[in-house]
Each structure stands twice: as C-alpha cells, then as structure tokens.
DNA sequence: GGTCCGCATGACAGCGGTTACATTCGCTCG
DNA sequence: CGAGCGAATGTAACCGCTGTCATGCGGACC
C-alpha cells in the first residue's frame, strides 16, 4: 500500500539503483535526472523505508545515549543538546536508562538492549567502570563520553578542577576564609568530575593557607533535599563555615532553604555558591559556575558521527573536547 | 559477521521459522523445542536485527512523541515516564520538536519526519490545530494526545478547570478576596488546559461573588522570567490582589522572586499558588496543585500500544483517560 | 577510424528476518 | 483400519532497499 522505491523508478522511467542514489545525494547521477527524481518523489509523496534501507545497508540509523537516570535539569539540557547536534544526519537518537548501581539497579545490561541497533553511544555522566561493566565497549561501535574523561576515549567535558577552582578563587575574593564543600557522594567517589572538582577546592584553600578541615565537607546526594540536610549539618558546625561551595545547583536551592528557615542570609552572614548554571540559578540570586550543557550535548552529536563516519577512514586520534565553564557571581556570595 | 537466525537455526537443527517463532514467543512450539533453541541463543549471543525484523514485518518498531519544545520540567517527567510505560514493549522511543509556530518554527513538518518509521505518535501538549498542521493526523497510526482533550482522539490529561477550581478555592478558603491571575499566552489562547484554567479561576470567583477585573489577569509566557513581570505588574495595582494563582510552578517562582524583591512576604501580604507539581515548590515553600505528569505519560504509553495492537481487533472506544490533580497547601499561601 | 576511458545507468543478488502455506506425524473417532 | 484433525515444523516467497558488477555510450586520443 505504501509506496516503493520501484513506484518512482517507474514513474521516472529509470532502473530503482538510479531513484536510490539520486534520492540519497550520491555522485555520478545526471543532475538532471537528478532533478526529475527528486520532483516526482515529493509528488508521489514518497518517502524511504528505513527499515529497508537499514537492512540493506547494515548501519543502524540510530545512536544511543546511555545515563544512569532519566530526569533533572542536566540530562534535559544534555538531551536537548544531542537532538540539536543530530538535526543535520538523519539519525535516531534512542534512550536507555541504566539505573545507579546499588540504587535503581537496571536488569538489562545496555548492551544487551542497543546491541545491533547503534551505530554509536553517547555515555553520559557514568565512571568508566560503569561504562565497562555495561558492556558498551563491546558493542563494536564508536562511543563517546560526556562529562567524563578518560585515557584512550573520545570524550567531551569541562574543566572541573578548573571550574570549582573559579567557584572557590571568588569565595575567597570576596573575603571569605571559611569555606566548606557539598559534595554529591561521599568523598572520594567513583565519580572523576566530583573528585577533580574537590582538587580544585583544596588547591585554592592550600594555596591561600585557608583551613581545610574534613568536617566542612558534606555530601549533599546532588538533590535539593540532600543539599538541604547537608547545609544543616555544616551551619550546625561550630565554628560555622563562612562560605560554602555547592557541586550542583540543586544541592544549593536545598542549602538556600536551610539558610532562609534559620534566617541566615546568603551572601552576608554565609556565602553560597553552586555548580551547573541551572536556569533558577539566577531567579534565586544563586551564584554559580555554568557549564555549556547544551552544548556538550551538541559537541558529542557531532564527535559521535564523525567518528561513525570515520570508522574506515584515517585513523582518528582520541578526541577530547574540553568546554569552558563561566563565573556568575549573584547576591548569594554578596555581589 | 553478526550472527543471523540461520546460525542458530543451524546450531539447533531446526528451520529459521522455528527460530523465529520460538524467539518470539508465539504459540505452536513445543516448549522443550523452545527451550532449546532459547538456550542456543543465549549461548550464541544471538540478537534479532530490529531492521530485518522491522522489514519483514512491517512494524516499524518505534513511536513518537511530538512536543512543541524539548526542555523544562513538564518535559521530562513526561518524556521519563512515557519510559518507564514502555518498557515492557520492545519499542524504540522517536521525538520529534516541532517548534512554536511563529517563535520557533521548525522548517520540518513533523509529518515528514516520523512518517514510515513509527507504529504510533504520542502528541504532547499541542493544541488540536496544530497537532493537525503537522499533518500528524495522516500518518495512518494511532495517536494519543496528552495534557489536551479532543473530541474522537483519544487523550490522557488532567482536569485542568477542576485544579484550577480547587486552587482558587483554597486561596477563597484561606480568606484571601482580591485574587489575581498569572496566564500562560494572553488569553484566550489556542491551548485549551489554559482556558479550562481559566474557566476554573472565575467560575470560583463568581460562585464567591468576587472581584473579576481583567487587570487581575497577566500572562507570564510560562517562565520564570514571565512570571517575575507578570508579577512585577500585578503588584503595582492600587488596589492589588491579595493573592495570585499562577497557572505554573515556574511562573509562581518568578512571582515569588517579584515579590522579595519588593519585600512582600509570600503568604502574608500576598499569597500565591501554583500548578504542577515541580520538585523545587516544596523547596520554595510553594503551595500547589500538582498534576502526575510521569503518570500521564505511562498511561499514553499503555493507551497507544493498546491501540496499536488493537487495530485490527475490536472497535475501541477513544479512551480518554482523565487523571486527578492534588493540592499542596505551603507557606505561600500562608499554611 | 579504432581503442580506451569514464560517466550515467541498469540488472540483480542479497540484507536477515517473517509468514502464508505445505508437510509430517501421532491421535481420535466412526 | 482409514479418514480426519490439529499441533509442530519446514519451505520459500517476500519485505523494500543498497551495493556490486555489468552495460551502454559519447568523446578524447593517437
């Protein structure tokens, strides 16, 4: 009932190769007969099965992305991202949800559920053991990592060390001296980006001869109620931090909300600062380092299908974008 | 390279027809044949490819969900729980963002799109014109709209007007009189929830014999920052309302930023009231009426695979699944 | 003028499943 | 005891494209 490919090599009165390759943009057609092609196409409103071309052709037409969850403001941004970078290659992005290990533990391996239908993955935001135990580096095809580097994987990311590094430098500008940390896990964690980010705290703190006590880091569970509960303890400390430094802006709504209940008000008695550029920052006067989400989404669409492209051209070396973060300095560290 | 149901065929000494047939779990297999050829196939790491399964067949093994825009709250939960609902069918999940016609306009009819390579199309949040603009409507597969109802379409959506209703209620209850608006679009506009909120607010007024003025009502583009200006004019009526209801969360945290910017105390002075449900209006101390928007989006997963499967079975009635909202009574309006 | 070359096109064998239809076989039943 | 039946399985024709190889043809070149 749904048209063929055959239906318009007839109506052109061409073989189906000639409709195939004029319709998919390949060289060596008479741009004239190109043309023809093409037109009677739309009239017949035809359009290609992909499943048929899929078969025949062996590549999937499809990239996944994997992550621990689905939800919250970074896989959207990320997601968001991708869909945007994709738009030029006519792809299917698919999702697949893992679950934390130990926490919403996901019974299908992700290799088990992409395997034979991506031409590529995009992992976001999970250690490489977990990338590893997931069997995605055995699936045959390129992956790319977001959010986390590693040797001899192609990866886009940002400068966490360098981005918490810029969190705490303004903390510190602005006179504070006792600055405490919400980490998401406790620390140390599986997670690079947590870990490179502590660096970065503890390096400004060393290299100012601020005091760097255990007890001024908590976790925070990267979720507003974490953040919360972690802002708590720090404010029940005595001494009190002066200043704290969020890993996630979430977490610092939640630090914001302990303050507001104690009457402590951010960015005079205590400073506050967040990590994300999460879209409320700004209504709630939170200051933050931002990261470019959307756009690692973009850069990692594109890096994925170039190397998709690439598999049999020269060999590509190991790509690593590494993304700028910005400073936004707001009320909530006194500006 | 990739094994075929030939190989496994072989390995079991049965024909591919077997195979497939066991592999999918149809009838008419002995259950030891089965079994074994189940068990060869795990030993193989044997896996269907989706595209010849797909051509053979002539399901396309995917759906679609159409949305004006990707990003925000809403999205997500929707987008996570369409998900969750299809997990159980081996089904891939397609988006497609058409853009605001007039702001965003995708050069790209959805139509054109996801035309041969979905079983089905799950439209979401998209007023009945525009689902039929973009021609989704023709695609010859079932579709399911969610958050709108129409008449002989099947839907899953809320019952806005009685949210709104039990909104403005509370704020009635509360003792508050002089009741402002926060719209989405000025109204009235081509999104009908909107208007059924709307409908909610000033049937509660009347009923109460309370003020109505139009000057109450602004529209607050569904953002924060809309919100905040929405707010912003709100407060500078003489006299102004005593309470507003915002037909969003994220509108409300604008209005809440509004409000302490000009030092007027959320729930004393002025009480306001969301809709949503969004995770941060427990945060921000934010009554509101929360809407299961995971829920609406398993409930259209389960409603359009029914329907998918169902086409050739009975007459289905168009379902039209309503799901309740519940009120979150918080310090914004003075709980 | 004949040979060779390269471009435009055609013919056709798959790609890896699904499914309609045929076949086999052990039983039940008259 | 043979017809008839249903469950289990096999056979093979597609599904709609792609890619390889073959073919035709006009022009450049010697």
Redesign the pocket.
Same mark, same amino acid.
């Given at each position: 009932? /749904? &048209?063929? +490919?055959?239906d318009v /090599?007839r109506a052109a #009165? @061409? !073989? %189906? =190769? %000639? @409709?195939?390759? /004029? &319709?998919?943009g &390949?060289?060596? @057609?008479?741009?004239?007969?190109?043309a023809r092609i093409v037109r009677i196409a739309e009239e017949l409103r035809? *359009? +290609? *099965?992909p !499943? /048929? !071309?899929r &078969? =025949?052709? #062996?590549?999937a037409g499809s990239i996944a992305i994997v992550t621990p969850f689905i939800g919250g403001w970074y896989f959207t941004e990320v997601f968001a991202g991708l869909e945007s970078g994709l738009q030029p290659y006519d792809v299917d992005l698919l999702l697949h949800a893992t679950g934390m290990p130990g926490v919403t533990a996901h019974p299908v391996r992700a290799h088990e559920r992409i395997r034979r239908r991506v031409d590529g993955v995009v992992v976001m935001g999970m250690p490489l053991e977990m990338t590893e135990s997931e069997g995605l580096f055995d699936l045959d095809v390129p992956v790319v990592l977001l959010g986390v580097q590693a040797p001899g994987v192609p990866s886009v990311c940002i400068d966490d060390r360098g981005g918490a590094v810029d969190a705490v430098e303004h903390l510190v500008d602005r006179g504070f001296e006792r600055i405490g940390l919400i980490s998401g896990r406790p620390l140390p964690t599986m997670f690079v980006p947590e870990n490179d980010r502590l660096d970065g705290y503890l390096d400004v703190l060393h290299k100012h001869g601020l005091p760097t006590d255990e007890a001024l880091r908590e976790p925070g569970e990267f979720d507003v109620r974490g953040g919360e509960l972690a802002m708590d303890r720090l404010l029940s400390l005595r001494p009190r931090p002066t200043a704290v430094f969020s890993m996630s802006d979430e977490m610092a709504y939640g630090a914001l909300r302990a303050m507001n209940r104690r009457g402590v008000v951010p960015g005079r008695e205590v400073a506050i600062i967040g990590f994300d550029g999460h879209d409320l920052a700004d209504t709630f006067d939170l200051s933050t380092v931002a990261q470019p989400v959307r756009e690692l989404g973009r850069v990692a669409a594109n890096l994925l299908m170039e190397r998709i492209a690439g598999v049999s051209a020269s060999p590509l070396g190991t790509d690593s974008v590494v993304l700028a973060t910005q400073l936004y300095a707001r009320r909530s560290t006194g500006c």
């Open positions: 009932m /749904a &048209l063929t +490919i055959r /090599a #009165g @061409v !073989s %189906t =190769a %000639t @409709v195939s390759r /004029a &319709l998919r &390949l060289e060596n @057609v008479d741009p004239d007969t190109r035809f *359009s +290609i *099965s !499943s /048929a !071309s &078969l =025949a052709s #062996g590549r």
